[in-house]
């Protein structure tokens, strides 16, 4: 027991901060992040926010951030954060890492209820080797301690045994009969400091019962509101940049870790080599407590050799100033690393979209060159983030480039399961600065078939009554990424007994695979007929419906062609009887005579 937990009922329960970080390097340690916001909002209550972006804007080195909704909830279609069967926590622990011999440590960056339900899941489920950061990240960081950035470090997988015998919920019914049971009744302590520091009591029940007085440990820590300030890292080394060029920005990000607003009154570069930094403020308005705001720093050296400086923050926080040390070497010569990646995403990353699950996408490359003057290294290329089984990637940087050169870094999307993945592309090399990140997104969806047909309508030119037509072919193809089923092609519309179909799609089509259905004209009428073809079948939006003309009469066919700005004339055409012939043009205007024919139409003259 440390003398920061003396006081309370069960000091086992939680850790310090000074104990987390001499245990940091213990390979069975695994430490999370359980931060969620809740937003208000007036249709339904509150918002939840995962707190991920401010986890990669600061976290304790080697934590993990966990999602309490999106990695440890049971979907329901009115409630939130219900509790996940045993199966589908024990995977999600795995999934992050978590053995049966782990050493859990949970904290949240607002209040602790976050971290506390996490802990208490885990020992629903029969783990008992987890704590919880007492003062949580605000006191980590208050403390100066060492701050990482950007996504998680992925963990190994490991096997979870959940054992639900624990009995520590109850349901709605269990509730409620309590309440009206005369044997139970409930006390509700709340907390309302009257002045500064630590503040402790008890809750003594006096009664005939076998223990009594039963005492209750009572304890918090009352504060006056005031900011404080908490930078997302102590130092920011820049690494080796050739003299005229300036690397790219590493983003300084300062978070308000009080219960008052933080203002900043000025960012100043100071030290040994002020000349070789440069820093941004982006801090020029109040910062809410909880909140955050950026200091944009980059290195640009003044000459050869080591440089360093300081980034100087003055604020009315009462630990003021804030100093962060830079430091950066200059080169005649240096390798740069710059990244082509493809689309137009803001900020740059790779968007796979929508992917069905059980598939797998092409590929999205990203090209990597040295634009610098010295060679380039990629000392690793890997992936990381809450959900970097859904994306794999090819290193094709495995070599060094010498300058002007390039490599690619292939990825692909194959979701395990529905919804919105998310994933990092972390690119470690010689060039100045910390490691290059690109973040990947792709959305899973349950594989569905996708109907296309061509051609879009069917037209029959002029048949002799009790003649058929030439078959004419609709090609069906799946465009989906399941299986497409017909049910049925029929026909419909007035003049139905005019067309014959032969259905050739009778059986399941696989993804991108087609099938054909035939359809013949065989008119028992002289005149314009219409029917209509319909295909119902599972894909979204059935029935697909095909619209179908053809024109028969009893008379001859005549065909004829005239060349473009030339004439002619029609030959007599011998019958045995004075009749009308009816003459259908079905090419672009032509003039004979003093006759027009339009495209389609029936001109009738008498031979």
Same mark, same amino acid.
């Given at each position: 027991?440390?003398?920061?937990?003396?006081?309370?009922?069960?000091? =086992?329960?939680? /850790? =310090?901060?000074? =104990?987390?970080a001499?245990q940091?390097?213990?390979p069975?340690?695994?430490?999370f992040?359980?931060t969620?916001?809740?937003?208000?909002n007036?249709?339904?209550?509150?918002?939840?926010?995962? +707190?991920?972006?401010?986890?990669?804007k600061?976290?304790?080195?080697?934590?993990?951030?966990?999602?309490?909704?999106g990695?440890?909830?049971?979907p329901?279609?009115?409630?939130?954060?219900?509790?996940?069967s045993?199966?589908?926590?024990? *995977?999600?622990?795995?999934?992050?890492?978590?053995?049966?011999? @782990?050493r859990v440590?949970?904290?949240?960056?607002?209040?602790?209820?976050w971290?506390?339900? &996490?802990?208490?899941?885990?020992?629903n489920?029969?783990?008992?080797? @987890?704590?919880?950061?007492n003062?949580?990240?605000?006191?980590?960081?208050?403390?100066?301690?060492?701050?990482?950035?950007?996504?998680?470090?992925?963990?190994p997988?490991?096997?979870?045994?959940?054992r639900e015998?624990?009995?520590?919920?109850?349901?709605?019914?269990?509730?409620?009969?309590?309440?009206?049971?005369?044997?139970?009744?409930?006390?509700?302590?709340f907390?309302?400091?009257?002045g500064?520091?630590?503040k402790?009591?008890?809750?003594?029940?006096?009664?005939n019962?076998?223990?009594?007085?039963?005492?209750?440990?009572?304890?918090?820590?009352?504060?006056?509101?005031a900011?404080?300030?908490?930078?997302?890292?102590?130092?920011l080394p820049f690494?080796?940049?050739?003299?005229?060029?300036?690397?790219?920005?590493?983003?300084?990000i300062?978070?308000?870790?009080?219960t008052? !607003?933080?203002?900043?009154?000025? /960012?100043?570069?100071a030290?040994?080599?002020?000349a070789?930094?440069s820093?941004?403020?982006?801090?020029?308005?109040?910062?809410?407590?909880?909140?955050?705001?950026?200091?944009?720093?980059?290195?640009?050296?003044?000459?050869?050799?080591?440089?360093?400086?300081? &980034?100087?923050?003055?604020?009315?926080?009462?630990s003021?100033?804030?100093d962060?040390?830079?430091?950066g070497?200059?080169? @005649?010569?240096?390798?740069?690393?710059?990244?082509?990646?493809?689309?137009?995403?803001?900020?740059?990353?790779?968007?796979?979209?929508?992917?069905?699950?059980?598939?797998?996408?092409?590929?999205? /490359?990203?090209?990597?060159?040295?634009?610098?003057? *010295?060679?380039?290294?990629?000392?690793?290329?890997?992936?990381?983030?809450?959900?970097?089984?859904?994306?794999?990637?090819?290193?094709?940087?495995?070599?060094?480039?010498?300058?002007?050169?390039?490599?690619?870094?292939?990825?692909?999307?194959? !979701?395990? +399961?529905?919804?919105?993945?998310?994933?990092?592309?972390?690119i470690?090399?010689? *060039?100045?600065?910390?490691?290059?990140?690109?973040?990947?997104?792709?959305?899973?969806? /349950?594989?569905?078939?996708?109907?296309?047909?061509?051609? *879009?309508?069917?037209?029959f030119?002029?048949?002799?009554?009790?003649?058929?037509?030439?078959?004419?072919?609709?090609?069906?193809?799946?465009?989906?990424?399941?299986?497409?089923?017909?049910?049925?092609?029929t026909?419909?519309?007035?003049?139905?007994?005019?067309?014959?179909?032969?259905?050739?799609?009778?059986? !399941?089509?696989?993804a991108?695979?087609t099938?054909?259905?035939?359809?013949?004209?065989?008119?028992p009428?002289? +005149?314009?007929?219409?029917?209509?073809?319909?295909?119902?079948?599972?894909?979204?939006?059935?029935?697909?419906?095909?619209?179908?003309?053809?024109?028969?009469?009893?008379?001859?066919?005549?065909?004829?062609?005239?060349?473009?700005?030339?004439?002619?004339?029609?030959?007599?055409?011998?019958?045995?009887?004075?009749?009308?012939?009816?003459?259908t043009?079905?090419?672009?205007?032509?003039? @004979?005579?003093?006759?027009?024919?339009?495209?389609?139409?029936? &001109?009738?003259?008498?031979?």
């Amino acid at each position: 027991m440390s003398a920061g937990t003396a006081g309370f009922a069960h000091p =086992e329960f939680l /850790v =310090e901060t000074e =104990e987390l970080a001499a245990q940091l390097d213990d390979p069975e340690l695994r430490i999370f992040d359980c931060t969620i916001h809740l937003i208000p909002n007036p249709d339904i209550g509150y918002t939840v926010k995962p +707190g991920r972006e401010d986890f990669e804007k600061g976290h304790i080195p080697g934590a993990q951030f966990i999602d309490l909704q999106g990695d440890l909830s049971a979907p329901h279609p009115k409630l939130r954060f219900m509790l996940p069967s045993a199966a589908d926590f024990a *995977a999600v622990m795995g999934r992050f890492g978590v053995g049966d011999r @782990a050493r859990v440590i949970l904290y949240s960056t607002t209040t602790p209820q976050w971290a506390t339900r &996490v802990w208490w899941m885990l020992r629903n489920y029969g783990f008992d080797n @987890a704590a919880v950061l007492n003062g949580g990240f605000q006191k980590w960081a208050r403390e100066g301690r060492a701050i990482e950035t950007g996504p998680a470090r992925p963990r190994p997988p490991a096997h979870f045994t959940a054992r639900e015998d624990r009995k520590l919920m109850v349901g709605k019914e269990a509730v409620l009969g309590a309440v009206g049971e005369p044997l139970t009744c409930t006390i509700n302590a709340f907390f309302m400091p009257a002045g500064d520091g630590p503040k402790s009591a008890s809750v003594n029940i006096v009664s005939n019962g076998p223990i009594s007085p039963l005492m209750v440990s009572l304890s918090g820590t009352g504060g006056i509101p005031a900011p404080a300030i908490s930078p997302s890292a102590t130092s920011l080394p820049f690494g080796t940049e050739a003299l005229g060029f300036t690397t790219a920005a590493q983003n300084l990000i300062v978070t308000n870790s009080g219960t008052a !607003p933080l203002t900043v009154s000025s /960012v100043n570069v100071a030290g040994a080599n002020p000349a070789s930094f440069s820093a941004t403020n982006g801090c020029t308005a109040s910062v809410a407590a909880g909140a955050s705001c950026t200091i944009a720093v980059t290195f640009h050296p003044a000459g050869l050799g080591a440089k360093a400086a300081t &980034v100087v923050i003055d604020s009315n926080a009462a630990s003021s100033p804030t100093d962060v040390t830079l430091s950066g070497t200059g080169a @005649a010569d240096a390798p740069r690393l710059t990244l082509i990646i493809p689309g137009n995403t803001f900020p740059p990353g790779l968007a796979f979209g929508n992917q069905g699950i059980g598939s797998r996408s092409a590929p999205l /490359v990203v090209k990597v060159e040295n634009t610098g003057t *010295a060679t380039l290294v990629i000392s690793s290329a890997t992936l990381g983030g809450a959900n970097t089984p859904s994306f794999a990637l090819t290193n094709g940087c495995t070599s060094s480039l010498a300058p002007s050169a390039s490599c690619n870094l292939s990825t692909t999307f194959a !979701p395990g +399961g529905a919804g919105l993945k998310s994933a990092d592309l972390i690119i470690a090399s010689n *060039a100045s600065g910390p490691a290059r990140q690109i973040g990947i997104t792709g959305t899973g969806v /349950v594989p569905a078939p996708a109907i296309a047909v061509s051609p *879009a309508s069917l037209m029959f030119n002029y048949e002799k009554i009790g003649t058929t037509s030439g078959m004419q072919t609709l090609t069906v193809t799946n465009t989906g990424g399941a299986a497409l089923t017909i049910s049925s092609v029929t026909l419909g519309g007035a003049n139905q007994p005019a067309f014959q179909i032969s259905n050739g799609c009778a059986t !399941p089509v696989a993804a991108g695979d087609t099938c054909s259905i035939s359809v013949t004209f065989d008119s028992p009428g002289a +005149g314009n007929k219409s029917a209509q073809l319909t295909i119902v079948s599972n894909a979204p939006g059935s029935p697909t419906t095909i619209a179908m003309t053809g024109l028969s009469g009893s008379g001859a066919v005549v065909a004829f062609s005239i060349s473009s700005g030339a004439s002619s004339r029609f030959s007599a055409i011998k019958t045995r009887h004075s009749r009308s012939l009816s003459l259908t043009a079905r090419t672009s205007c032509m003039r @004979a005579g003093s006759s027009d024919f339009a495209p389609g139409s029936n &001109v009738r003259r008498r031979v």
